[in-house]
């Protein structure tokens, strides 16, 4: 694996490259086969911290630890909640901010506060002519220009190697707890939370586990909002849930912690996939999936599936209005099937268009659009 | 301000276009006469005019896809407008264009509370897409000044802000899909019910590029259940700086109001002799709004004031109803019409880091007193989004350039203290010729690439947002190649 210190050295890389590339920040989500292995784990530092102004600026290879843990000093966080892909993929490493932000992960706080990329401010990168490119900056409103901060966020190394990244942050709440209801099935469960995300009660978290049975809806904030808030859905939801429990903060952080990362996939084989669907139609597509196991996260706007190895899960759901994606698979069935949702032709045309612009000469090896033939 | 040559070429054809057009088109939806395409000469940026040669105002995606592939084989510029209230010209014609506005195209297709999303066709007003949503208790966040009159389409096209934002986010974060209308007509949708789409984010990128990547005629927007309610409090400082450190203390005490916002001495005195709001007359006015249950948000009123007091305010009034915030929130509102009231006013939209806040208020009135021309400050101060408001007198000869002169010394100050030109109103004219103080070269380039994939032939709104001098070699190119 090819290392950088700088974007100095990023850039003579980037310009030198032979052959094609894959970026990588730690390698935690692995790599994509067949390209040298450029990892931007040496970009590493906090240049800028300024908690009154809720930003901070960071080289991309920043380790997300060292992020959280200078949050955590100020009482704030990432609030889109980036889940840790170590377990479930079974990799080591260490996950980096960049990593973050190109893959655009998020967790379950995300159907409420946005994804990584929502937080995303500024970016700093190196695009396939070795040129380096600033957008946005680290004031958190901004349209001057295109966002191509956005267009950087979730494009898998596709357009640029992210060199620094800014981005907004949020106060930690106070307090949080879970309420959990008991004994639904995903068709209750998915009405529940439903129900529960209509309401004003700011609900930061909706999960149901069918494997346990138990249905999950996080508040967070004051200690006595939060109380509040609580036996407010306990009323609203008393014709749907039978038996309920709450759990306090520690127990109600472990548990999202859980969901987030998809624990409950941990230890067993099979391929797992992560359906983006309209909530109402989350229960219909967990039916056609015929999976070995799922899960449902943001009220069921994020379906987490695992089938057997191989098993083409896109052709069992069909046509639906959102898109399933590949998150652990083996190489043979990520080249065969593709990890990203098939893209129709203009959305296509569009992407093959942006990446000719930004990497000419094809040596970013990133599977998002799909990879370069040859 | 300096636009494209106007084509003669594309004028001398303007018949055969305009027959070209009416054969896709009702004959109310295409406006030739010169007596009334005078309409559509300016936006809100009311300085600058220039008629159209045509506009059209199509009902629906498929009348503007047929309008985009006409004016493409025929090589004409295109000028989309929402309501005209860009603020930025964006919306500014040229003489051989043609504007498509997209005012009749306002239905609801799809309200879906399940999924907490509404369809609409663009050119509904901001506003009116909350009040379709309303009485069942839902809202749509992003609640720009102008929210009565102006359109989705333009609020995609800008990526429009509003009070609310500190909490709620901007146009970007609260848009779920589109269905645009490329430059050759071909209709593109991207993004629907579902979150964060598994390829590159061109919704992203589509979001604020002003008009210049497609047409977009319909929206997913992201609906919100209207939180139980919500109270402001007043408070007063005999300092700016202060003023900022509060605000600062505030956000660093976990509390998250929904809006927070900053007026100045200059602004709260043009507001009382407009308004009769009853404020109190000080160096700072900070005016921050919870939201929650009536005990919810006593208790972080309560910690705010009691960060407030801190600061030694001159003044701090609480509201405990409905009536008394609608007074707090009357002068605020009126601050923009008030300072109207006095004098012309040309109102900017910089952001900086709020730490800067301070430093910033200092130099803008140093500059003030530089130029000899009034400012008065009213801005969203949770996110550093300032609106300078520079008073000038447009009668006056030369008042204006005079004007503009400070506005962009004002804004490369916004720039370095590391912020930026435009906080939510968008480049267009307005800000063109300064976006490279924000941006080198590369920055510049890596932008208008992204143009030249959606629209090659640089037709849609192409004197905007680069410096004319900038793009040129971009825009000529695409004429070489058509």
Same mark, same amino acid.
């Given at each position: 694996?090819?290392?950088?210190?700088?974007?100095?050295?990023?850039?003579?890389?980037?310009?030198?490259?032979?052959?094609?590339?894959?970026?990588?920040?730690?390698?935690?989500?692995?790599?994509?086969?067949?390209?040298?292995?450029?990892?931007?784990?040496?970009?590493?530092?906090?240049?800028?911290?300024?908690?009154?102004?809720?930003?901070?600026?960071?080289?991309?290879?920043?380790?997300?630890?060292?992020?959280?843990?200078?949050?955590?000093?100020?009482?704030?966080?990432?609030?889109?909640?980036?889940?840790?892909?170590?377990?479930?993929?079974?990799?080591?490493?260490?996950?980096?901010?960049?990593?973050?932000?190109?893959?655009?992960?998020?967790?379950?706080?995300?159907?409420?506060?946005?994804?990584?990329?929502?937080?995303?401010?500024?970016?700093?990168?190196?695009?396939?002519?070795?040129?380096?490119?600033?957008?946005?900056?680290?004031?958190?409103?901004?349209?001057?220009?295109?966002?191509?901060?956005?267009?950087?966020?979730?494009?898998?190394?596709?357009?640029?190697?992210?060199?620094?990244?800014?981005?907004?942050?949020?106060?930690?709440?106070?307090?949080?707890?879970?309420?959990?209801?008991?004994?639904?099935?995903?068709?209750?469960?998915?009405?529940?939370?439903?129900?529960?995300?209509?309401?004003?009660?700011?609900?930061?978290?909706?999960?149901?586990?069918?494997?346990?049975?138990?249905?999950?809806?996080?508040?967070?904030?004051?200690?006595?909002?939060?109380?509040?808030?609580?036996?407010?859905?306990?009323?609203?939801?008393?014709?749907?849930?039978?038996?309920?429990?709450?759990?306090?903060?520690?127990?109600?952080?472990?548990?999202?912690?859980?969901?987030?990362?998809?624990?409950?996939?941990?230890?067993?084989?099979?391929?797992?996939?992560?359906?983006?669907?309209?909530?109402?139609?989350?229960?219909?597509?967990?039916?056609?999936?015929?999976?070995?196991?799922?899960?449902?996260?943001?009220?069921?706007?994020?379906?987490?599936?695992?089938?057997?190895?191989?098993?083409?899960?896109?052709?069992?759901?069909?046509?639906?209005?959102?898109?399933?994606?590949?998150?652990?698979?083996?190489?043979?069935?990520?080249?065969?099937?593709?990890?990203?949702?098939?893209?129709?032709?203009?959305?296509?045309?569009?992407?093959?268009?942006?990446?000719?612009?930004?990497?000419?000469?094809?040596?970013?090896?990133?599977?998002?659009?799909?990879?370069?033939?040859? | 301000?300096?636009?494209?040559?106007?084509?003669?070429?594309?004028?001398?054809?303007?018949?055969?276009?305009?027959?070209?057009?009416?054969?896709?088109?009702?004959?109310?939806?295409?406006?030739?006469?010169?007596?009334?395409?005078?309409?559509?000469?300016?936006?809100?940026?009311?300085?600058?005019?220039?008629?159209?040669?045509?506009?059209?105002?199509?009902?629906?995606?498929?009348?503007?896809?047929?309008?985009?592939?006409?004016?493409?084989?025929?090589?004409?510029?295109?000028?989309?407008?929402?309501?005209?209230?860009?603020?930025?010209?964006?919306?500014?014609?040229?003489?051989?264009?043609?504007?498509?506005?997209?005012?009749?195209?306002?239905?609801?297709?799809?309200?879906?509370?399940?999924?907490?999303?509404?369809?609409? @066709?663009?050119?509904?007003? /901001?506003?009116?897409?909350?009040?379709?949503?309303?009485?069942?208790?839902?809202?749509?966040?992003?609640?720009?000044?102008?929210?009565?009159?102006?359109?989705?389409?333009? /609020?995609?096209?800008?990526?429009?802000?509003?009070?609310?934002?500190?909490?709620?986010?901007?146009?970007?974060?609260?848009?779920?899909?589109?269905?645009?209308?490329?430059?050759?007509?071909?209709?593109?949708?991207?993004?629907?019910?579902?979150?964060?789409?598994?390829?590159?984010?061109?919704?992203?990128?589509?979001?604020?590029?002003?008009?210049?990547?497609?047409?977009?005629?319909?929206?997913?927007?992201?609906?919100?259940?209207?939180?139980?309610?919500?109270?402001?409090?007043?408070?007063?400082?005999?300092?700016?700086?202060?003023?900022?450190?509060?605000?600062?203390?505030?956000?660093?005490?976990?509390?998250?109001?929904?809006?927070?916002?900053?007026?100045?001495?200059?602004?709260?005195?043009?507001?009382?002799?407009?308004?009769?709001?009853?404020?109190?007359?000080?160096?700072?006015?900070?005016?921050?709004?919870?939201?929650?249950?009536?005990?919810?948000?006593?208790?972080?009123?309560?910690?705010?004031?009691?960060?407030?007091?801190?600061?030694?305010?001159?003044?701090?009034?609480?509201?405990?109803?409905?009536?008394?915030?609608?007074?707090?929130?009357?002068?605020?509102?009126?601050?923009?019409?008030?300072?109207? @009231?006095?004098?012309?006013?040309?109102?900017?939209?910089?952001?900086?880091?709020?730490?800067?806040?301070?430093?910033?208020?200092?130099?803008?009135?140093?500059?003030?007193?530089?130029?000899?021309?009034?400012?008065?400050?009213?801005?969203?101060?949770?996110?550093?989004?300032?609106?300078?408001?520079?008073?000038?007198?447009?009668?006056?000869?030369?008042?204006?350039?005079?004007?503009?002169?400070?506005?962009?010394?004002?804004?490369?100050?916004?720039?370095?203290?590391?912020?930026?030109?435009?906080?939510?109103?968008?480049?267009?004219?307005?800000?063109?010729?300064?976006?490279?103080?924000?941006?080198?070269?590369?920055?510049?380039?890596? @932008?208008?690439?992204?143009?030249?994939?959606?629209?090659?032939?640089?037709?849609?709104?192409?004197?905007?947002?680069?410096?004319?001098?900038?793009?040129? @070699?971009?825009?000529?190119?695409?004429?070489?190649?058509?």
């Amino acid at each position: 694996m090819m290392m950088v210190r700088d974007e100095a050295e990023l850039v003579d890389c980037v310009r030198g490259a032979q052959g094609r590339l894959s970026l990588c920040g730690g390698a935690t989500r692995g790599l994509v086969e067949g390209a040298d292995a450029l990892s931007l784990g040496g970009l590493s530092g906090i240049t800028l911290y300024e908690p009154g102004s809720l930003t901070m600026v960071a080289g991309a290879g920043t380790p997300v630890a060292e992020v959280e843990a200078a949050l955590a000093e100020q009482n704030q966080r990432l609030a889109f909640e980036p889940m840790d892909h170590r377990g479930l993929l079974r990799t080591n490493g260490e996950p980096t901010i960049g990593g973050v932000f190109a893959a655009n992960v998020s967790g379950p706080r995300r159907m409420v506060v946005g994804a990584a990329r929502d937080f995303l401010l500024g970016v700093r990168f190196v695009d396939g002519r070795g040129k380096v490119v600033s957008n946005g900056g680290r004031v958190m409103k901004n349209v001057t220009g295109y966002d191509l901060v956005k267009l950087m966020a979730g494009s898998f190394g596709a357009l640029g190697a992210l060199s620094e990244v800014s981005f907004k942050v949020l106060p930690k709440p106070e307090t949080e707890a879970t309420l959990v209801l008991h004994g639904l099935s995903d068709r209750e469960a998915i009405a529940a939370l439903a129900l529960a995300m209509r309401s004003p009660f700011e609900v930061s978290g909706a999960a149901h586990v069918p494997q346990e049975g138990i249905t999950l809806l996080r508040l967070e904030g004051f200690e006595a909002s939060v109380g509040y808030r609580l036996s407010r859905l306990k009323e609203l939801l008393a014709a749907q849930a039978g038996e309920v429990e709450v759990l306090g903060a520690a127990g109600s952080a472990a548990r999202w912690q859980a969901v987030r990362d998809v624990d409950a996939f941990h230890r067993a084989g099979g391929d797992v996939w992560r359906i983006a669907c309209k909530p109402s139609q989350a229960p219909d597509l967990a039916e056609a999936a015929k999976a070995d196991a799922h899960l449902f996260d943001w009220a069921g706007g994020l379906l987490w599936c695992r089938v057997g190895a191989g098993v083409d899960l896109r052709a069992r759901l069909g046509t639906f209005d959102g898109h399933a994606t590949i998150t652990r698979a083996a190489a043979k069935t990520l080249k065969q099937l593709g990890r990203f949702h098939p893209q129709q032709t203009g959305v296509a045309r569009l992407t093959a268009g942006l990446r000719d612009r930004f990497d000419p000469r094809g040596i970013f090896h990133s599977e998002i659009g799909g990879l370069h033939a040859g | 301000m300096e636009m494209p040559i106007p084509d003669a070429g594309i004028i001398a054809r303007k018949a055969r276009i305009v027959a070209r057009l009416l054969s896709v088109l009702p004959e109310t939806a295409v406006i030739h006469d010169p007596a009334e395409t005078r309409a559509y000469e300016c936006d809100a940026l009311t300085a600058y005019r220039c008629p159209p040669m045509i506009a059209v105002l199509p009902q629906t995606t498929a009348e503007v896809s047929d309008v985009l592939r006409i004016c493409h084989e025929e090589g004409v510029p295109v000028v989309p407008r929402g309501s005209g209230t860009s603020l930025a010209g964006g919306a500014l014609p040229t003489a051989d264009s043609v504007i498509l506005g997209v005012a009749r195209m306002n239905a609801v297709l799809e309200t879906d509370y399940d999924n907490r999303l509404i369809r609409v @066709q663009t050119g509904r007003t /901001n506003l009116s897409v909350t009040g379709a949503v309303e009485e069942d208790g839902f809202f749509y966040a992003p609640d720009p000044s102008s929210q009565l009159a102006c359109a989705i389409a333009g /609020n995609i096209a800008m990526n429009s802000g509003g009070a609310h934002c500190l909490k709620y986010g901007v146009t970007t974060n609260n848009l779920m899909g589109v269905t645009i209308v490329l430059m050759d007509g071909e209709i593109i949708t991207i993004g629907g019910g579902y979150l964060d789409a598994g390829t590159l984010d061109l919704l992203g990128v589509i979001c604020g590029s002003e008009g210049q990547l497609g047409v977009v005629t319909e929206a997913t927007l992201r609906i919100l259940p209207k939180p139980e309610g919500a109270r402001p409090v007043l408070i007063g400082f005999d300092d700016n700086e202060v003023a900022g450190a509060c605000v600062s203390d505030i956000i660093r005490a976990g509390v998250l109001p929904v809006a927070i916002e900053f007026m100045d001495r200059p602004c709260i005195e043009a507001t009382e002799a407009f308004a009769h709001a009853g404020y109190p007359m000080c160096e700072a006015l900070l005016i921050i709004e919870v939201e929650g249950s009536d005990a919810e948000i006593d208790y972080q009123l309560g910690l705010i004031v009691e960060i407030a007091r801190r600061h030694n305010p001159v003044e701090v009034r609480e509201s405990k109803s409905a009536d008394e915030s609608a007074r707090i929130w009357l002068g605020r509102k009126s601050a923009f019409g008030a300072m109207g @009231q006095i004098n012309d006013y040309m109102c900017l939209d910089g952001t900086i880091p709020v730490s800067s806040l301070p430093h910033v208020l200092r130099r803008i009135g140093e500059m003030s007193a530089e130029y000899g021309l009034k400012v008065g400050n009213v801005f969203h101060a949770g996110d550093g989004n300032m609106h300078p408001l520079i008073l000038f007198d447009a009668n006056k000869e030369g008042d204006l350039e005079l004007c503009e002169a400070f506005g962009a010394d004002i804004l490369r100050l916004c720039v370095e203290v590391g912020g930026c030109l435009t906080g939510e109103h968008g480049v267009g004219i307005e800000k063109r010729d300064l976006m490279e103080v924000q941006y080198g070269p590369d920055d510049l380039a890596a @932008q208008m690439a992204i143009k030249d994939v959606f629209d090659p032939a640089w037709l849609l709104n192409a004197a905007k947002v680069f410096p004319l001098r900038v793009s040129e @070699q971009w825009r000529g190119a695409a004429v070489a190649a058509e």
